[in-house]
């Protein structure tokens, strides 16, 4: 199992399950913050990606994946995005996770990125791009 940090697309429940092929995975989300990161839009698509941001911070979820919807996922996530190890925070106390970031030079520092309606863990948003 793999604890992953989740930003983007993927706290759709709905979106979680068709890409993950685990219709309860959405159950597992845990509220989560990262912090010296902030959430912008990967240049050229309509995604986020994270940038480092000395004094920011994102909210997002963390998620325990096995090893079969860990590759679905890697697969949704395509060859733009690597995982990459951070440490957040969580009502628990800081951990350390996995995160899918895109490459620096591909992060647009002037288009900050937010879910569209602003939606947090555990609400049913709306259709939403793709990414973490």
């Known amino acids: 199992m793999m604890l992953l940090f989740l930003y983007g697309t993927l706290l759709d429940p709905r979106v979680l399950a068709a890409q993950s092929g685990e219709a309860g995975l959405a159950r ?6 990262l912090p010296g990161w902030r959430r912008v839009a990967l240049r050229g698509t309509p995604y986020p990606t994270l940038l480092p941001a000395p004094g920011g911070a994102t909210d997002g979820a963390v998620l325990r994946a096995g090893p079969a919807a ?35 030079w591909r992060a647009d520092p002037a288009r900050p990125w937010a879910p569209p309606g602003g939606e947090r863990v555990g609400s049913t948003p709306g259709r939403r791009p793709r990414s973490a």
């Open 28 to 33: 597992r989300l845990r509220p989560a913050r």
């Open 70 to 104: 860990l590759a679905r996922l890697a697969a949704y996530e395509g060859p733009s995005y690597r995982l990459v190890p951070v440490r957040v925070e969580t009502p628990r106390g800081p951990c350390r996770a996995r995160a899918w970031i895109g490459a620096a």
